[in-house]
C-alpha cells in the first residue's frame, strides 16, 4: 500500500499493538463524540471501531450558545496506552483547562473510566517496568509529571521536573516552533522521546533523545527531516518489525498519517530508506479508506463515521421520526453555519472526493437554510434558502469571514425535494471545492464557484462534508436528508 496509509484528517497520531492487532487514536479538537478509537490488522488499513467519549463537557463554547465556541480548542494529541489488561487514553483540553485519563478494559466496547489531571501540554504516557507511571509534556523544555501507579492521578512528592531543556537546539539556532508532541517510548531498557520542531525557514523536523534513565542524561539527534512528516510515534510488528506512524500537513485536507519503515543502528532507530519516506510501504493490500462512508440513514444511529460540529443538541434531530431519514430540526437562531447546530461531518479525502445528499424542504421556515457544505472557517455551501418569496438553491462562500451569497436559483413552487453535491480536488494541494445542484439526482448544474479552502489554525482541522440546517430568523423547521453518498473523484 502507498503513503499516505489515510488521505484525510487523522493527527497526532498515537498507536500500540496489542497481540495481532494495532489501535490508534487521533485528534478531533471541537468535534464530537471524540477521540476516535481506529483499529488495523496491518497497520494501513484502518477502521473506527469507537470513541472515547461522546461530549467532553457543557460549556456554553462546547453547545455553541452566546456567541461563543471551542474551535480548535477541544481534545488535543491523545496518548494511547495498554498496561495491565487496562486500555488508557490521555488528552488535554483546552476549553477545559484539564487533562483527561480515560480508561477501559474493552476498547472497543467500553465502558470508558474518567479521571481528571491538571492541564499539561502534548503528553505521552509511560508504564515504565519498575511500576512507577509517567507522563512527558512540554514545549521547548520537556518536562515529566510522576502519577500513581494506576495511572489516574498526580503521585503526591513524584518526579515533576525539566528532563530536556532546550530541546529544540538540537535543529539549529532558530526556531520557529519549540519542541513539542512527546511520544515515549521504553524499548530493550532504553527510554526514547520523539518530539517534532520547525526550524525557521525549513519544515516540520522529527528529533528522537534517549536515555538510560528517565531524568536522563538525555542525547538527542535529528530522525527525519523530509516533506514536513513529522509527529508520532513507534510501534513493532508480531514478526519484529518496526514502523513509526507520523503526519504530514497536507492543505485544505489536513494532516494525513504515513507509515515509515525503522531500522536501529548503535541503538539508535533509523527512519525511512536513506532518509525519506518511501512512497509504498511495502504492506497492504490496499483496502480502500474506510473512515468515511455513504450512509442511506436506515438504522435507528449513526454511524461511527459521523460527528457532529460540537455537542449535538439531541433534542433537534432524529433517525426515527422517520426512520430511513436524517430529521434536522432548528433549535436556535445563527447567524451562519459555523453558529449552527446539528451540522453532522464526516471527512473529505484525497487525492479527490465527492459528497451527495437527498434533501427534503417542505417544512423549512423562512430565514432557514440547509444543505451541504465544504467546512471549515473559510466554508461554502450549496443549499436551499427560504424566503417570503419562495425557496431557492444558494451557493454560499465563507471564505472572506462573512456569508456571502454567489448564486441563487429560484425554486417553483411545489418542489419538495432536491439534490445537493460537493466535489473536492486536493491533487497538488489545488484544494478547489465545487458546487452542485438537482432536481432529479440525474442531471447536475453547478452553481456559484469554486471555494479555494484553506487549512486554518482557528479550526486546526482538514475540510469536512457538513449537513446542515440553521435558522436566521425563526426556529423550529425541519429538513429531512434521505442520504448522504461519497465516491472517490472530485468533479
Not at 431519514?325 to 479525502?349: C, H, M, P, V, W
Not at 417544512?363 to 473559510?378: T, V
Not at 454560499?396 to 469571514?401: A, K, P
Request: charged fraction near 25%.
Amino acid at each position: 500500500m502507498k503513503n499516505p496509509i489515510i488521505w484525510a484528517d487523522v493527527p497526532d497520531p498515537s498507536v500500540i499493538r496489542v497481540n495481532d492487532t494495532f489501535y490508534m487514536s487521533s485528534t478531533t479538537m471541537h468535534v464530537n463524540p471524540g477521540v476516535p478509537i481506529m483499529k488495523s490488522d496491518d497497520l494501513v488499513n484502518w477502521e473506527i471501531v469507537n470513541y472515547v467519549y461522546d461530549v467532553l463537557g457543557d460549556k456554553e463554547e462546547q453547545r455553541l450558545e452566546k456567541g461563543k465556541d471551542e474551535y480548535g480548542r477541544g481534545s488535543w494529541a491523545s496518548s494511547l496506552r495498554y498496561h495491565n489488561g487496562i486500555y488508557y487514553v490521555v488528552f488535554s483540553s483546552q476549553t477545559e483547562n484539564k487533562t483527561f485519563v480515560f480508561r477501559t478494559k474493552d476498547i472497543e466496547g467500553g465502558p470508558w473510566e474518567k479521571h481528571v489531571l491538571p492541564f499539561v501540554h502534548d503528553m505521552s504516557l509511560l508504564f515504565d517496568d519498575d511500576g512507577r507511571t509517567y507522563l512527558v509534556y512540554g514545549a521547548g523544555d520537556i518536562r515529566i509529571l510522576e502519577l500513581t501507579a494506576a495511572g489516574t492521578a498526580v503521585k503526591p512528592n513524584g518526579l515533576d521536573q525539566v528532563i530536556i531543556p532546550d530541546s529544540s537546539a538540537i535543529a539549529g539556532p532558530d526556531i520557529a516552533l519549540k519542541a513539542e508532541g512527546a511520544h515515549i517510548h521504553k524499548i530493550n531498557g532504553m527510554y526514547y522521546i520523539f518530539l517534532i520542531t520547525w526550524p525557521r525557514g525549513g519544515i516540520r523536523t522529527q528529533l528522537c533523545y534517549r536515555a538510560q534513565t528517565i531524568t536522563g542524561p538525555w542525547e538527542g539527534k535529528v530522525v527525519l527531516q523530509e516533506a514536513g512528516i513529522a509527529q508520532g510515534g513507534l510501534v513493532d510488528t508480531p514478526d519484529g518489525k518496526w514502523y513509526a506512524l507520523l503526519f504530514g500537513d497536507r492543505g485544505a485536507v489536513g494532516r494525513i498519517p504515513y507509515l515509515i519503515p525503522v531500522t536501529w543502528q548503535d541503538g539508535w532507530p533509523v527512519l525511512g530508506v536513506d532518509g525519506r519516506v518511501p512512497e509504498d510501504t511495502g504492506l497492504g493490500p490496499d483496502r480502500g479508506i474506510r473512515i468515511v462512508a455513504s450512509d442511506e440513514f436506515d438504522r435507528p444511529e449513526l454511524g461511527l463515521v459521523w460527528q457532529w460540529n460540537h455537542n449535538p443538541d439531541d433534542d433537534n434531530w432524529s433517525l426515527t421520526e422517520r426512520p430511513g431519514y436524517l430529521r434536522l430540526r432548528t433549535g436556535k437562531i445563527s447567524r451562519d453555519i459555523t453558529e449552527a447546530r446539528n451540522s453532522l461531518t464526516q471527512r473529505t479525502f484525497g487525492p479527490e472526493c465527492s459528497g451527495e445528499v437527498a434533501l427534503e424542504i417542505d417544512q423549512m421556515r423562512e430565514g432557514d437554510y440547509a444543505g451541504l457544505a465544504a467546512f471549515q472557517k473559510h466554508y461554502g455551501f450549496v443549499g436551499v434558502k427560504m424566503t417570503g418569496r419562495g425557496k431557492a438553491i444558494v451557493m454560499v462562500d465563507g471564505s472572506e469571514g462573512e456569508q456571502v451569497e454567489v448564486e441563487s436559483v429560484e425554486l417553483a413552487p411545489g418542489v419538495s425535494r432536491v439534490y445537493l453535491r460537493i466535489g473536492c480536488d486536493f491533487r497538488q494541494q489545488k484544494d478547489l471545492a465545487n458546487f452542485y445542484y438537482s432536481l432529479d439526482g440525474k442531471e447536475w448544474t453547478p452553481i456559484g464557484r469554486s471555494l479555494k479552502m484553506r487549512y486554518t489554525l482557528p479550526h486546526f482541522m482538514g475540510y469536512r462534508f457538513a449537513l446542515f440546517n440553521f435558522a436566521s430568523e425563526n426556529p423550529g423547521g425541519w429538513v429531512d436528508f434521505d442520504y448522504f453518498r461519497i465516491s472517490g473523484g472530485g468533479r
